[in-house]
């Protein structure tokens, strides 16, 4: 087997990797860089066949990240795309909502466990610990060599058990192993990530002093802070209000253990903006998925203020503002600090600062700190570890045994 990365050995983002057995080909994951644009020629790998139906096989996706599915919208309709199920309903949940839709053309789904077969290639997923839902790390057999790619993987959201379990029982005689490493640079080697539980906690203690509505800003895709919030929402005697989007993206999940909109302590508000949206696209029959969900209207936001947690959009504000339910506001920033020091992140805390709301944090990161790391190099044991996803692929040779550090672009091989 020979391997390419096309990116990712020395940045997050943009994640693309293609393997070569027996003169065919398999990806996996077809990311978009960070603050890449899809329409952007320059950030598109330079990859033969994509149209499907020749030597390249078919696209593995790990989970549905933007950094990891972000450019398959270039692979034609003969091109198989496998994916696990439930990220492929969370992307068709998605569609109407986002500028830049994508649902794949020819879709294989997965579950973990269950072998796929590409030609040469055996892509084994096994489901994984990660701020996304339904996400995998997948081991790939072909030509009597094994990979085992750790895609974006942590010990510490409410699946930590997944992870434990690798451990325990990780995969057996890998040659090469290409491991995320998102937290060199972001946090000390002895460093912990707070637990999704700890997450949760905060948003009790922040929801308890409110005397007002909680805005809080998450990511309705990230389904176990979702779960984080309704817990805390229910134990302070909230209601948890979501939109139509996150609405559409919990019903996708498929899991009867994640919250609903027609749950007790859950309410549905449209804002104006989706109202819009639906007129203009006719998907008069998204709502009708949600009619047994509690309601909000506009003019019922300013009683349920103070004993109710939003999940808030930036878009919202105008909403909020005419519905005269900010009085003693309080938002919570519940995702990645990086996007407060963009530009619309800027212009979102200068309209809070205008507006006397405070700004807190609860959030805790989707990729496993380095300890947890070296737990997992640990077990699994590669004859080779290369590492992927990060900004400093060079700390890695300090932390862990058998690193080989490869350059984007450059095809090496997994007998080395
Ligand atoms: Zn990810």
Redesign the pocket.
């Known amino acids: 087997m020979r391997i390419r990365i096309h990116r990712g050995t020395r940045e997050i983002g943009g994640t693309c990797i293609e393997l070569e057995a027996d003169g065919q080909r398999l990806l996996l994951d077809l990311g978009l860089p960070l603050d890449g644009d899809p329409d952007d020629e320059s950030v598109r790998p330079a990859i033969k066949g994509l149209a499907g139906g020749g030597d390249l096989l078919g696209l593995v996706l ?4 933007v ?2 599915w972000g450019l398959a919208r270039l692979a034609g309709p003969d091109l198989p795309v496998a994916l696990g199920s439930a990220t492929h309903r969370i992307l068709r949940a998605a569609a109407p909502f986002v500028p830049k839709p994508w649902v794949p053309l020819r879709p294989v789904e997965f579950a973990s466990g269950t072998p796929l077969h590409f030609g040469p290639f055996t892509v084994t997923p096994h489901l994984v610990d ?3 839902f339904d ?1 995998y790390a997948l081991e790939v057999e072909a030509g009597g060599r094994r990979l085992f790619y750790s ?2 993987i942590r010990a510490h959201g409410r699946k930590a058990a997944l992870f434990e379990r690798m451990v325990a029982n990780p995969p057996r005689s890998i040659d090469v192993m290409l491991m995320e490493g ?1 937290s060199f640079g972001r946090l000390d080697a002895e460093q912990r990530f707070p637990t999704e539980a700890e997450v949760e906690a905060r948003f009790v203690d922040i929801f308890r002093r409110s005397e007002g509505m909680a805005l809080v800003a998450a990511s309705a895709q990230n389904i176990d802070r979702m779960v984080s919030l309704y817990r805390a929402a229910k134990r302070t005697g909230s209601t948890l209000v979501i939109d139509l989007y996150a609405a559409e993206i919990l019903r996708a999940t498929g899991n009867p253990n994640i919250p609903q909109s027609d749950w007790p302590n859950v309410a549905l508000f449209v804002p104006y903006y989706q109202r819009v949206r639906i007129k203009q696209t006719e998907r008069f029959d998204l709502l009708e998925a949600h009619r047994s969900a509690r309601r909000l209207f506009p003019e019922d936001l300013k009683a349920i203020a103070p004993k109710a947690a939003l999940l808030f959009r930036p878009a919202m504000l105008r909403d909020l503002d005419r519905a005269d339910c900010l009085e003693g506001a309080r938002a919570v920033w519940s995702q990645w600090d990086g996007y407060l020091k963009q530009e619309r992140g800027i212009a979102l805390q200068a309209e809070l600062v205008s507006r006397s709301i405070p700004l807190e944090h609860a959030h805790t990161s ?2 496993a700190a380095i300890g947890d790391l070296q737990r997992l190099a640990a077990a699994v044991a590669p004859r080779m570890l290369v590492p992927i996803h990060t900004f400093q692929p060079e700390r890695f040779p300090e932390h862990f045994d058998n690193v080989a550090l490869q350059e984007d672009g450059v095809w090496w091989s997994a007998a080395a």
Do not use: L, N, P, Y
């Not at 790990?62 to 990240?65: A, D, E, F, P, T």
């Open positions: 790990s989970h549905g990240h950094d990891h990660h701020s996304a996400a895609g974006d998102s989707g990729h």
